[in-house]
């Protein structure tokens, strides 16, 4: 089976530039996320997808941040414009089925990510 | 709310035993393990739900105990392949529901030398 899917593997761009990642998740898996993770701490999410529908957002500042997901399936990430505190690593991950469904099945498979440097 | 996870860095020989821990201050609904490898991207290892014990990946078991709202990773027998950053995840309980969403802890930092 593949695995999620993810590219650029690394980008750097100036402050104030955008940059845009791009994710496909394993076939079949409805529910999609979107982490950030700084180095030296735990993934924090960004956004969830539950096919082509936005189920939280709650963290993603919305001012520079977008997110999408075409026809359920692909999803891009985008940032715009940068700013020096965006470095981090951002990891999209898919599932079979969304959290709180009961636990079979909801774990997440996490792609290689995209370390984004922004100086 | 972040969860805590303690300790922060554990170093091993092979074939010792590690505990890692794993505390919220919310009510959960699950918990969650996983380890990433320096570079790479974090893998599943178990859920726990409400209690249950699950023995899921190599000699690695963990416990969830509800009332004290926390979650415990046990390593037994340790190899060279465990090192690397164990991370949880809690999932809120909204009155024996969920949240539906997943807030990983700061992680845990472990390395197994031969």
């Known amino acids: 089976e593949a695995g999620v899917a993810q590219s650029p593997r690394y980008k750097i761009i100036e402050k104030r530039q955008s940059v845009a990642f791009w994710c496909n998740p394993i076939s079949g898996h409805a529910t999609l996320y979107w982490y950030q993770q700084i180095l030296g701490q735990g993934p924090k999410l960004l956004i969830q997808f539950q096919n082509n529908g936005v189920v939280d957002d709650s963290q993603l500042p919305k001012d520079r941040f977008s997110a999408e997901r075409l026809k359920g399936v692909d999803s891009t990430l985008k940032i715009q414009p940068a700013k020096l505190e965006d470095s981090a690593v951002y990891l999209c991950?898919?599932?079979?089925?969304?959290?709180?469904?009961?636990?079979?099945?909801?774990?997440?498979?996490f792609g290689q990510g995209t370390r984004l440097t922004v100086v | 709310q972040q969860p805590v996870q303690s300790p922060q860095a554990v170093i091993l020989r092979e074939g010792e035993d590690a505990v890692i821990n794993c505390s919220s201050s919310?009510?959960?609904?699950?918990v969650h393990w996983y380890r990433q490898k320096h570079g790479e991207a974090p893998v599943f290892l178990m859920i726990?739900?409400?209690?249950?014990e699950q023995k899921g990946h190599e000699k690695i078991s963990a416990s969830f105990n509800e009332k004290k709202q926390q979650s415990s990773l046990y390593l037994t027998a340790s190899q060279l392949s465990y090192s690397g950053t164990y991370f949880c995840?809690?999932?809120?309980?909204?009155?024996?529901?969920?949240?539906?969403?997943?807030?990983f802890g700061q992680g845990t930092i472990l390395t197994v030398h031969p």
């Open positions: 991950a898919s599932s079979p089925r969304r959290l709180g469904t009961g636990g079979k099945n909801t774990e997440a498979f």
């Open positions: 726990l739900l409400k209690g249950g």
């Open positions: 919310k009510a959960l609904y699950s």
């Open positions: 995840g809690t999932e809120p309980n909204a009155g024996g529901t969920s949240y539906g969403k997943l807030t």
